[in-house]
């Protein structure tokens, strides 16, 4: 178990739709990432959050979105979902906002499945 | 952030020890070198991580040379539980960093 906890676990929806994803971080982690990673593929970065702000951004489409709250968990936020949205999306959290000697740990993930 | 290039995949048999081999060439002088692996639907998992010479835990060995070019993840005895899929990272170790992982090398382990 890595400390990291992503809910729903699975989620399906339709196309069209709005859905939230939720990531509660390791406790005193600061840093929350979300990753995409569709079927066969690798993980696609998203975006990165610390201490309630964003600190990176990768490959995040427009109709997403992603906040991190006082108490630091975080939400990604995906509207106008169309069946190339289904994947696996990834949580991950370290302590720091993240040079590469801090380990990230990473959620089980919710598998979004969109018909 | 420094570009890396892994093998796509490997194929071993249980019992063997397993080197896979990632290239950095253009690593920067406060970069680590970090290897994830990542089994079937779950996140990635740290697994090692260093920044020169030779680096020791109780699952791998990471061998670093000395122009740090290149890097090598030992996995000595793989089990069939070893096959995943295996991320090198390279980067600094502050300021702002987003964890890209790469393609990564799929490592199946054969009875």
């Known amino acids: 178990d890595s400390g990291v906890t992503q809910t729903p676990k699975h989620l399906i929806t339709a196309t069209g739709q709005r859905v939230t994803l939720r990531c509660s971080p390791r406790s005193g982690d600061l840093s929350v990432y979300w990753y995409q990673q569709s079927l066969d593929q690798g993980l696609q970065f998203l975006i990165q959050?610390?201490?309630?702000?964003?600190?990176a951004k990768g490959n995040i489409l427009e109709r997403f979105s992603a906040q991190q709250f006082p108490d630091l968990h975080s939400e990604l936020n995906l509207s106008s979902l169309e069946l190339g949205d289904s994947a696996l999306y990834f949580c991950?959290?370290?302590?720091?906002?993240?040079?590469?000697?801090?380990?990230?740990?990473f959620g089980q993930g919710t598998r979004l499945t969109v018909v | 952030l420094a570009k890396t290039t892994q093998p796509i995949s490997m194929d071993s048999y249980e019992g063997q020890e397993v080197n896979i081999t990632c290239s950095h060439n253009?690593?920067?002088?406060?970069?680590?070198i970090t290897w994830y692996q990542q089994f079937p639907s779950q996140g990635p998992r740290f697994i090692i991580q260093?920044?020169?010479t030779k680096v020791t835990n109780e699952v791998a060995s990471l061998f670093i040379p000395a122009d740090r070019k290149s890097s090598t993840l030992s996995l000595p005895r793989v089990s069939l539980s070893d096959t995943a899929v295996y991320y090198c990272l390279v980067g600094p170790t502050s300021g702002t960093y987003k964890y890209i992982f790469g393609t990564g090398t799929r490592l199946k382990v054969l009875a």
């Open positions: 959050y610390y201490n309630g702000e964003e600190r």
């Open positions: 260093g920044y020169k």
């Open positions: 253009n690593i920067a002088t406060n970069d680590y």
């Open positions: 991950a959290s370290s302590v720091s906002t993240g040079g590469v000697d801090t380990e990230a740990f």
